[in-house]
């Protein structure tokens, strides 16, 4: 009847106006707390440093949380070489990896180390990283984006990543005190070869980026 459905109907609008508070990308949030965490990313979820350092450079991840590496001996994620360089996945969902603290005398190192083709980074915010390092590429993100091939392979996408805060030294000299290249950026240190890379939506600020070079 009418007055039945009228009922139903203020029933509803007292639900929601007593228990939804918002909706946003991670799912609904309640009043008491709760929250309707169905993701909208795909692949393996990541929630912990040891999760994340454990990483298959050719699968696909997102993170289910924020992940605080304070006090973490960080090996990047991906390394060069085929089979060893990570071509997958991850997003982060928009979550926040903190505290990272790098230091490296090898190159390609970052969070990522070396990625190849066809690989996606999205949706993370990095907060708070230092790196102080003595080796050539290197980048919060990413160390190297490198191609396939004289064509560069299958497009690279890093996208909606923002840095907050955070060092990233460099000192390269030889043997004999000479300067050898060194490549340092706030998201990536190199691009090489042909690869081919979509940026979209990079935000960097608040950081100190510097390289000592010999003389």
Request: proline fraction near 2%; glycine fraction near 14%.
């Amino acid at each position: 009847t009418a007055d039945e459905l009228s009922a139903l109907e203020e029933a509803f609008s007292l639900y929601y106006s007593d228990y939804l508070v918002l909706k946003d990308m991670h799912g609904v949030m309640y009043l008491d707390g709760t929250r309707n965490t169905a993701p909208t990313a795909t692949g393996t979820p990541i929630t912990t440093a040891q999760e994340l350092m454990a990483i298959d450079p050719t699968g696909n991840y997102y993170l289910a949380n924020d992940i605080d590496l304070t006090g973490v001996t960080w090996s990047p994620i991906g390394v060069a070489g085929t089979g060893t360089m990570f071509v997958g996945s991850f997003d982060g969902n928009g979550y926040t990896i903190s505290n990272l603290n790098i230091n490296s005398d090898t190159a390609n190192y970052g969070l990522f180390g070396v990625v190849g083709s066809g690989a996606t980074i999205t949706g993370l915010t990095i907060e708070d990283f230092t790196i102080d390092g003595t080796a050539a590429n290197s980048g919060f993100l990413i160390g190297s984006i490198v191609g396939t091939g004289t064509s560069g392979g299958d497009p690279i996408t890093i996208s909606d990543i923002t840095v907050n805060g955070g060092t990233n030294t460099v000192s390269v000299v030889n043997a004999e005190n000479e300067r050898t290249d060194a490549f340092v950026g706030g998201i990536v240190g190199q691009v090489s070869g042909a690869a081919k890379v979509n940026f979209v939506d990079i935000v960097v600020k608040n950081v100190d980026i510097s390289v000592e070079m010999g003389h």
